[in-house]
């Protein structure tokens, strides 16, 4: 066997107990760590350098350095730079520190407050379903679904929004009624704009009432459980946008649009929030082909407004044309009573009638609304130098609307559960809180009294006093060294904003004392170990440990 015979057969016998696949003229390696990727390099590199010191030439050497070209190639797009590897997450994705994840929870344990004020109870569902399941529910916004590889014979998505699944839980478990809220992941595979808080993962806050109630009684509360949730998050001004699906409906029809493109229309009008009418109308006409003189038409019904709503629904009950429309009638006829309930519910400040919103989502059926912050309304509100550069612009931080009709295409017999719910973007509201705090000024944990000691030897007295603390249900810690240095325990203690320290000492155990410390004023004072607990009850009692929005004047 020849000098060249003998790398190829050892270069060979390497490879092929490797997974692999074709690539030019050469194996192409899969599967494998980068330290053996490298040990392949390596080995092909040995091989050409044994060549040119043996002054072998030719195609042979040819050959072997077209090997190694190709081998680095495959590296290079499997690892990235040989010198250099980039670690971090996926494009449309985040990690949250501990500060910014404690502002987190208090927004959710906000929002779940309110869900549970207004008598909902909790499901959960699972972060995929079937492909199946979720297909042509979406409109447009279908190919923004991730689809997962074949698994065991099964068609895999991930879920796009926390609404479909459910209503095939609905209809599965053959619910009539149900008030139900949801907290969970969702996936869209979007073009991310991270500092509006738009996601490729993110957060659904759902609430749904599925049943048959007499009309917009269960959408007016979804309305007011957005205004609850706003207002004690305390952002900004906010209004409410409702409009109604049978109204647009009713519109395009007198506008002329024909029926199979009411959704396509509809998901064109839903941008109207972000830009401008002349953009919708060039994407209407050019794009999706529909009559300039339709268009126009159209274009003139969804602008017209009036300063209040209780107005624009007398402008548009006088326009002869609009309301000879059997389907417009009574969009606006349920308007008109969802008016006057939101009345009822204190709602008329934040309330508005819009007719321009369209929300795209195939399912809508009746009422439909988003809530927009005054000074975070679209990208379109802003410079479109900056649009990205800060949450001015998230957009809706909340929406939903009636979908009667999705329950019912799960079902093998076709029955309908009407629903209404509504979804809070906990996302978009993050990235608004995040932007207005001193992030600095947030505690990361729950404890509120810290057990030190000032001399050494004094772990087990440590533990036991703190196992004490524990058992009256007192949030506590203690240091995981055996002889903690004083000061190190004490500017723990301050930069976790743990109120209160209990000091143990030599002297304070021969004296059946401990002393306490306020973290904040550095005040200390001695108390007799028997009134441990009551001491420290009282003093956290009265420490102001206020809620976190009230804490930070949000």
Request: charged share 30%; proline share 2%.
């Given at each position: 066997?020849?000098?060249i015979?003998?790398?190829?057969?050892?270069?060979?016998?390497?490879l092929?107990?490797?997974p692999?696949?074709?690539?030019?003229?050469?194996?192409?390696?899969?599967?494998?760590?980068r330290?053996?990727?490298q040990?392949?390099?390596?080995?092909?590199?040995?091989i050409v350098?044994k060549l040119?010191?043996q002054?072998?030439?030719?195609?042979?050497?040819?050959?072997e350095?077209?090997?190694?070209?190709?081998?680095?190639?495959?590296?290079?797009?499997?690892?990235?730079?040989s010198?250099?590897?980039?670690l971090?997450?996926?494009?449309g994705?985040?990690?949250?520190n501990p500060?910014?994840?404690?502002i987190?929870?208090?927004?959710?344990?906000?929002i779940?407050?309110?869900?549970?004020?207004?008598?909902a109870?909790?499901?959960d569902t699972?972060?995929?379903?079937?492909k199946?399941?979720?297909?042509?529910?979406?409109?447009?916004?279908?190919?923004?679904?991730?689809?997962?590889?074949?698994q065991?014979?099964?068609?895999?998505?991930?879920?796009?929004?926390?609404?479909?699944?459910?209503?095939?839980?609905?209809?599965?478990n053959?619910?009539d009624?149900?008030?139900?809220?949801?907290?969970?992941k969702?996936?869209?595979?979007d073009?991310?704009a991270?500092?509006?808080?738009?996601?490729?993962?993110?957060?659904?806050?759902?609430f749904?009432?599925a049943?048959?109630?007499d009309?917009?009684?269960?959408?007016?509360?979804c309305l007011?459980?957005?205004?609850?949730?706003?207002?004690?998050l305390?952002?900004?001004?906010?209004?409410?946008?409702?409009?109604?699906?049978?109204i647009?409906?009713?519109?395009m029809?007198?506008a002329g649009?024909?029926?199979?493109?009411f959704?396509?229309?509809?998901?064109?009008?839903?941008?109207?929030d972000?830009?401008?009418?002349?953009?919708?109308?060039?994407?209407?006409?050019?794009d999706?082909?529909?009559n300039?003189?339709?268009a126009?038409?159209?274009?003139?019904?969804?602008?017209?407004?009036?300063?209040?709503?209780?107005?624009?629904?007398?402008?548009?009950?006088?326009?002869?044309?609009?309301?000879?429309n059997?389907?417009?009638?009574?969009?606006?006829?349920?308007?008109k009573?969802?008016?006057r309930?939101?009345?009822?519910?204190?709602?008329?400040?934040c309330?508005?009638?819009?007719?321009?919103?369209?929300?795209?989502?195939d399912?809508?059926?009746?009422?439909?609304y988003?809530?927009?912050?005054?000074?975070?309304?679209?990208?379109?509100?802003v410079?479109?130098?900056?649009?990205?550069?800060?949450?001015a612009?998230?957009?809706?931080?909340?929406?939903?609307?009636?979908y009667?009709n999705?329950?019912g295409?799960?079902?093998?017999?076709?029955?309908?559960?009407?629903?209404?719910?509504?979804?809070?973007?906990?996302?978009r509201i993050?990235?608004?809180?995040e932007?207005?705090?001193?992030?600095?000024?947030?505690?990361?944990?729950?404890?509120?009294?810290f057990?030190?000691?000032a001399q050494?030897?004094?772990?087990?007295?440590?533990?036991l006093?703190?196992?004490?603390?524990?058992?009256?249900?007192?949030?506590?810690?203690?240091?995981?060294?055996?002889?903690p240095?004083?000061?190190?325990q004490?500017?723990y203690c301050?930069?976790h904003?743990?109120?209160?320290?209990?000091?143990?000492?030599e002297?304070?155990?021969?004296?059946?004392?401990?002393?306490?410390?306020?973290?904040t004023?550095?005040?200390?004072?001695?108390?007799?170990r028997?009134?441990?607990?009551?001491e420290?009850?009282?003093?956290?009692?009265k420490?102001?440990?206020?809620e976190?929005?009230?804490?930070?004047?949000?």
């Amino acid at each position: 066997m020849n000098v060249i015979s003998f790398y190829r057969h050892t270069l060979f016998n390497s490879l092929k107990t490797y997974p692999y696949r074709r690539f030019s003229n050469m194996a192409k390696v899969v599967n494998l760590t980068r330290d053996e990727f490298q040990a392949k390099l390596t080995e092909q590199g040995d091989i050409v350098r044994k060549l040119k010191s043996q002054n072998i030439s030719g195609d042979s050497l040819k050959s072997e350095i077209e090997k190694l070209l190709e081998l680095k190639n495959e590296y290079q797009e499997q690892f990235g730079s040989s010198s250099q590897f980039v670690l971090k997450v996926p494009k449309g994705t985040r990690d949250y520190n501990p500060k910014q994840q404690s502002i987190r929870e208090q927004v959710i344990s906000s929002i779940v407050k309110t869900f549970k004020r207004h008598g909902a109870e909790t499901i959960d569902t699972p972060v995929f379903e079937l492909k199946e399941t979720l297909m042509g529910k979406y409109g447009e916004d279908s190919k923004l679904i991730y689809d997962l590889q074949d698994q065991g014979g099964e068609l895999l998505s991930l879920r796009y929004d926390l609404t479909v699944p459910f209503a095939r839980y609905v209809a599965q478990n053959k619910i009539d009624k149900i008030k139900r809220y949801q907290i969970a992941k969702v996936y869209r595979r979007d073009n991310p704009a991270m500092t509006r808080g738009r996601y490729r993962e993110f957060y659904q806050c759902d609430f749904d009432i599925a049943g048959v109630y007499d009309p917009m009684i269960p959408d007016a509360e979804c309305l007011k459980i957005v205004a609850e949730i706003l207002q004690d998050l305390a952002l900004s001004e906010f209004t409410i946008k409702v409009n109604h699906r049978r109204i647009l409906n009713g519109m395009m029809a007198v506008a002329g649009v024909r029926n199979d493109m009411f959704r396509t229309v509809c998901s064109s009008i839903d941008k109207l929030d972000k830009q401008s009418w002349e953009e919708v109308r060039k994407e209407l006409v050019v794009d999706k082909y529909l009559n300039e003189e339709i268009a126009d038409k159209l274009g003139k019904m969804v602008s017209i407004t009036d300063k209040s709503s209780s107005g624009l629904i007398t402008i548009l009950e006088q326009h002869d044309e609009l309301i000879s429309n059997d389907e417009f009638k009574c969009g606006l006829e349920d308007m008109k009573l969802l008016l006057r309930y939101c009345e009822l519910f204190n709602l008329n400040d934040c309330v508005s009638f819009d007719l321009s919103l369209a929300r795209g989502l195939d399912y809508y059926t009746g009422v439909i609304y988003e809530a927009v912050l005054k000074g975070y309304e679209s990208a379109r509100c802003v410079d479109e130098q900056t649009a990205g550069d800060g949450p001015a612009g998230v957009g809706s931080v909340a929406g939903g609307g009636r979908y009667d009709n999705l329950v019912g295409m799960f079902d093998s017999k076709g029955k309908k559960v009407p629903c209404v719910g509504v979804s809070i973007g906990i996302e978009r509201i993050f990235s608004i809180i995040e932007s207005q705090l001193d992030i600095t000024k947030i505690r990361t944990t729950a404890t509120r009294v810290f057990v030190a000691s000032a001399q050494k030897k004094l772990l087990e007295q440590r533990m036991l006093l703190v196992n004490e603390l524990w058992k009256s249900s007192i949030e506590s810690e203690i240091s995981y060294k055996k002889n903690p240095r004083m000061l190190d325990q004490l500017q723990y203690c301050e930069s976790h904003q743990i109120p209160l320290v209990v000091i143990i000492g030599e002297s304070e155990l021969q004296s059946g004392k401990v002393k306490l410390r306020n973290t904040t004023t550095r005040e200390e004072w001695l108390i007799d170990r028997n009134n441990l607990l009551q001491e420290v009850s009282e003093f956290l009692t009265k420490q102001e440990v206020s809620e976190f929005f009230t804490k930070i004047h949000l």
